[in-house]
């Protein structure tokens, strides 16, 4: 299977914290980049973190000093650990990974998409 698989959703209050884990499990080129989306109700489908396949990071401004995101190459699987969750952070989360060398930070620069697991958090 290549399209990625999430785990980790549920409900917090704010302030709380939530770890997503994503696996990757098709052939090393289709995960060169791997990336965190959100969706929030009635909102476009936004970039949260990108790792390259060397562990280079990109992370979303609103997210900043809040979300760690890393990749294990060994077991295909991505990271995305939530602290200081905000109302505003609740969102289906997605995995996306893609064959290119140079990680882009848009939807359409990922083949390859999980079914996304559910955020919420509450005031």
């Known amino acids: 299977q290549v399209d990625p698989v999430e785990s980790g959703g549920g409900s917090v209050q704010a302030g709380g914290s939530l770890t997503l884990s994503c696996v990757a499990s098709g052939p090393d080129y289709s995960r060169r980049c791997m990336a965190w989306f959100r969706q929030g109700p009635q909102s476009e489908r936004e970039v949260v973190a990108v790792v390259d396949a060397d562990g280079r990071t990109t992370l979303a401004d609103s997210v900043k000093g809040r979300f760690t995101t890393f990749r294990d190459n060994f077991k295909a699987t991505l990271v995305l650990q939530m602290t200081g969750l905000k109302p505003t952070d609740t969102a289906i989360y997605f995995c996306?990974?893609?064959?290119?060398?140079?990680?882009?930070?848009?939807?359409?620069?990922?083949?390859?998409w999980g079914d996304g697991t559910q955020v919420t958090v509450s005031s």
């Open positions: 996306a990974t893609d064959t290119r060398y140079v990680c882009g930070m848009g939807v359409r620069d990922y083949l390859y």
